[in-house]
């Protein structure tokens, strides 16, 4: 009973995490600060539903293969977002600049 409770709150705490992601690209309005927010929540998100699972399927060899997931995803992830948002600073002049309030607009 305590594992599945533990899973329901990392579960929970997933779809927090996720929710608060699409609430970031909808709000920020530079490029990169909507790529980090999006990064930011995968890896996190992706973490809390692989630890979820973990607890509640108990420790086996599926977890074991969960655990070489998460693994890849968390070397995965950052490296893809960082090649990205390389891409964009090389290709946008102002990409370095504090963009003004009527650029946000």
């Known amino acids: 009973m305590i594992r599945i409770a533990i899973a329901a709150l990392l579960y929970a705490m997933a779809l927090f995490v996720f929710f608060s992601e699409v609430f970031g690209l909808y709000r920020f309005k530079y490029v990169l600060n909507r790529m980090h927010a999006a990064a930011m929540g995968d890896t996190l998100g992706i ?4 630890a979820g699972t973990i607890v509640l399927r108990g420790w086996s060899t599926a977890s074991l293969k969960l655990v070489l997931i998460l693994v890849f995803m968390l070397l995965a992830g950052p490296a893809a977002t960082h090649l990205i948002a390389g ?4 290709a946008n002049e102002r990409a370095g ?3 003004t309030q009527e650029d946000r607009r």
């Open 47 to 50: 973490m809390l539903i692989v």
């Open 97 to 99: 600049e504090e963009y």
């Open 87 to 90: 891409g964009e600073v090389s």
